[in-house]
């Protein structure tokens, strides 16, 4: 019967049973894996893995919390979708977690017994806090992310900051799976844009100005040096030479190219401070320039380089690929060939099961290119390197360039939201305590999260507006929801934060709000395991605006804080069910969770 009190270990007992039927040894429930095993050997010869893999949760209660589409079954068995569904409900012997099936236009649709699910969800996301969510299967494997990346002496735009955020994310989401992530910050600190670095520097570049301007001045010394040498192309040569020297470890050159590294570091680092990124690793491309040689000789022995015009590369006709630049004739090495070093040093390193690389989609020909060649030096690992693209961002038409100088600089943005947050704060609780810090939490979120909000690939068009608007799908929505749950806890007094499962009445969980919100709690677990699979953080982005919109409806339609202690409590176990979930959730993408908005 599920009248009345719900215990624990009422709870449990049926997380046993879905946990039985997880082969894979993982401790959270897995409700269509579970209806895979309940339905197995009903239908002749369909495995029960093939049925796991079509059951879907409807997007309309109405259609039942999880169901089975029978279409794709229909040509196996030679048998109407409908036929089947209507078989598979007449062979339902009933089970305590299920309030009833029915068939309907082809769909077997199952409704949980909804004050059992609410109390499976709830005992697990209780008992499981800050770990609910995560899994093991990554236990004893190494991922390795290439994210952020800027280059040395240019602007962190906001393009940089798009690699920043989804990498950082991977990172995190990975971590939670289980794995060992290893962040890398594969800086553009090496190239022949540093000889230009340095030759206008010599001709125009003032010691002061630079240490007071730092990556400013840099930069306006590397687009003077393209206005001129349009008209002068022997600077470019001599520029070239000035890289070569560096590379041979040439005093001057060494002193200058360090102390513009020195500069640069010191501006991104605020960025990253700002934002709560961390690297494992800043081995930049200069970190492989004694390592390239060996790498070019191994080319050299499997045959695979070729000579051309004094140049070396490695042809990839057969690939349709232009071939990959390794040597130029002026002896200088290329971006390929800095790659291709950093990855057979990393495999040996780390011996990574995934190396994933995180740029924007305007390099993918760069990576298919490398790949291929690692690829073609025998290294069967070269398929566990993987490509993450990004759309490109845009400000009114115009693709944003380094070397144009129309950038939006990141300072500025994140400067501007955390000042927007400040004056919404000031307007709307100005007694609150520590305002900057929430200020810089909300308005530093609502610039990641704006920036997680659509599938990566997507280009995006900057607008200022968008980027600073925090109503409607937005990370500060979701922050403020969260320091909602907070309040009402709070509110609650002694102990509402720390519920006792065992207690719960989950009978007064059945009403629509309430199972809308138990429902997103609980496929939390499935979205953050999508967004690894997928390497799409938006994934979780979108799911956090879902959880945060029904614990919302939720709040408005179901008092809380109520005279009668069963429905008061349990209604408390949901609040802080959702202020766990959310916290794990912005957490993963990167944002804080702050208790008092
Ligand atoms: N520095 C490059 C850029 O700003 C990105 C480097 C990405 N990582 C890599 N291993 N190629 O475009």
């Known amino acids: 019967g599920m009248s009345g009190k719900i215990g624990i270990a009422f709870g449990r007992q049926c997380l046993t049973m879905v946990r039985s039927q997880d082969e894979r040894g993982s401790s959270v429930m897995n409700y269509k894996q579970w209806l895979a095993g309940q339905l197995a050997g009903q239908l002749e010869g369909v495995a029960e893995e093939s049925i796991a893999e079509l059951v879907e949760y409807p997007p309309n209660p109405q259609m039942g919390d999880l169901s089975l589409p029978c279409f794709k079954l229909s040509k196996q068995l030679r048998k109407a979708p409908q036929a089947i569904a209507e078989e598979l409900k007449s062979k339902w012997s009933g089970n305590d977690a299920v309030a009833r099936v029915d068939a309907v236009s082809g769909y077997f649709n199952v409704y949980l017994n909804p004050a059992k699910f609410a109390s499976d969800v709830l005992s697990e996301v209780l008992e499981k806090g800050e770990r609910y969510g995560s899994q093991e299967t990554g236990q004893g494997k190494n991922i390795v ?130 934002l709560g990124v961390k690297f494992d690793s800043y081995a930049g491309e200069s970190f492989y320039n004694d390592k390239m040689a060996a790498i070019l000789d191994e080319l050299k022995a499997k045959q695979l380089l070729e000579e051309d015009e004094g140049a070396l590369l490695v042809r990839l006709d057969d690939y349709n690929m232009p071939p990959a630049l390794m040597v130029k004739k002026d002896g200088g090495t290329l971006y390929h060939t800095r790659d291709v070093t950093a990855a057979i040093y990393r495999k040996n390193t780390y011996d990574f099961e995934k190396a994933i690389y995180v740029t924007d989609a305007g390099q993918s020909l760069h990576f298919q290119q490398w790949f291929k060649v690692i690829e073609l030096m025998g290294y069967d690992w070269a398929k566990q390197l993987q490509h993450v693209p990004f759309g490109k961002v845009s400000l009114e038409g115009a693709k944003l360039s380094t070397r144009k100088g129309n950038v939006i600089h990141l300072e500025e943005l994140l400067a501007k939201a955390i000042e927007k947050t400040r004056e919404i704060i000031e307007e709307k609780n100005p007694n609150m305590e520590n305002k900057d810090e929430v200020a810089r939490k909300v308005g530093v979120g609502a610039i990641i999260f704006n920036d997680l909000s659509n599938n990566r690939i997507k280009d995006i068009v900057f607008s200022w507006e968008e980027a600073l608007n925090f109503e409607g799908e937005t990370g500060p929505y979701v922050q403020y929801t969260h320091a909602r749950a907070c309040s009402v806890l709070r509110k609650a007094g002694d102990g509402a934060d720390k519920p006792d499962a065992s207690a719960i009445d989950a009978a007064q969980l059945t009403n629509a709000e309430a199972q809308g919100v138990v429902r997103e709690l609980y496929l939390f677990k499935e979205r953050v395991e999508q967004a690894m699979l997928k390497l799409e953080p938006s994934i979780v982005s979108r799911y956090l605006v879902d959880l945060a919109q029904s614990f919302n409806r939720f709040y408005h339609e179901c008092p809380i804080l109520v005279d009668d202690p069963g429905v008061r409590s349990a209604r408390l176990a949901l609040v802080q069910s959702v202020r766990v979930t959310l916290k794990n959730g912005l957490r993963l993408i990167g944002l804080d969770a702050p208790e008092k908005i």
């Open 145 to 274: 992310i290439d994210y952020s990346s800027p280059n040395i002496a240019k602007t962190f735009h906001i393009g940089h900051l798009r690699s920043t955020v989804i990498g950082n994310a991977l990172y995190n989401i990975f971590q939670f799976m289980g794995y060992n992530s290893v962040g890398i910050n594969h800086l553009g600190d090496w190239g022949t844009q540093f000889g230009k670095l340095i030759v206008a520097y010599k001709l125009w570049g003032e010691q002061s100005k630079v240490e007071a301007e730092g990556i400013d001045e840099l930069q306006r010394l590397y687009v003077k040096f393209h206005d001129e040498a349009d008209a002068k192309p022997e600077m470019e040569d001599e520029a070239r030479a000035w890289f070569v020297k560096l590379e041979q470890g040439d005093a001057e050159a060494e002193k200058l190219w360090r102390w513009f590294v020195e500069i640069s570091l010191k501006e991104f680092h605020k960025m990253y401070d700002l």
